[in-house]
């Protein structure tokens, strides 16, 4: 099985100058929101026992037709001068299905008309900039 998805996200957010507490520091925040474009596809190969038992498929090729996203964003920066220091955190849940044939393929292993999945990562980030 090879799984490949993408979308894309606009992120909506706020930032607060934390200057009266702290020189430098800032901390924003927000909502990615999911934009037109997004999909995915799942590449399937079958061994000799899987060929037997999905109706006669080696290969099988499934497009999503539906699906959902979240994404969730802080971030922290502190300025020291012209340059800045940045720590990120990202969370993204994914879920997609797919109509699938229930008489051959993974339809027929699984005895089910819709093949899902879903994902929930959280990713954190470390960064440097320059303020020009």
Known sequence: RKSSTSINFLDLGYLYDMKDIVGGM??????????LGAGGTTELAYGS???ALNGNLYTESITSDGGSATAFFVDLGYAFGIHEALFSL?????EGSAKVDITKGIGKVLSKDKFSGSSDSTSFFLGY???F
């Open 26 to 35: 800032s901390i924003s925040g927000g909502i990615g929101l999911p934009l």
């Open 90 to 94: 990202r969370k993204v849940t994914t």
């Open 49 to 51: 026992t899987g060929y």
């Open 129 to 131: 900039g320059y303020i």
